[in-house]
């Protein structure tokens, strides 16, 4: 289990539209495109053909379309939850209001473990590799909501 947060100095509807539209083939991760997203480089703009959601509705994680989780619940602009179907893996998204009209944005990825070899090497990259992409990912969204005009910016903590 994974878990990381950020403060955005936008409110929750604003960090959402961002949510909304990360995949393989959409607006990217917001992390090192290299790696996670064939070297295209992520949207720095509200895509409004992936502004959309519904339960089991699939998010893409490479460019060939065939892995990915679907999502299994939301609650617009709060959280959203993906899973892979199986039970082994989920990846929720929250989006909680702070005091001062800015969110902090949370983000908890579990896994179940497949640790026979070579699955356990895969896990071990997997998990330094997770490390340094969802930081990239957290701020990846935090920079592009708070520079969206339509949206007066909040004193934000780091």
């Known amino acids: 289990m994974a878990t990381r947060a950020v403060t955005i100095a936008a409110p929750p509807e604003a960090v959402w539209p961002w ?25 720095r703009e509200i895509l409004r053909e992936f502004q ?45 209001p702070t005091g001062d009209g800015g969110t902090r944005r949370l983000t908890r990825l579990r896994t179940r473990y497949d640790l ?18 969802m930081r990239k990912c957290l701020r990846g969204i935090k920079e592009r909501a708070e520079s969206q005009p339509e949206f007066v910016p909040v004193r934000s903590m780091p």
């Not at 990915?68 to 039970?87: C, I, N, Q, T």
């Open 19 to 43: 949510l909304l539209q990360i995949g393989s083939k959409r607006a990217g991760f917001y992390s090192i495109d290299l790696l996670d997203n064939a070297n295209v480089p992520s949207k």
């Open 52 to 96: 959309k959601i519904e339960i089991d509705y699939f998010v893409p994680f490479t460019p060939d379309q065939k892995n990915g989780m679907r999502v299994k619940d939301y609650r617009a602009p709060e959280f959203m939850l993906w899973w892979d179907r199986k039970s082994n893996a989920t990846w929720g998204w929250f989006l909680h």
């Open 116 to 133: 026979s070899f070579p699955w356990v090497i895969y896990y071990l990259i997997y998990d330094f590799g997770d490390i340094v992409m």
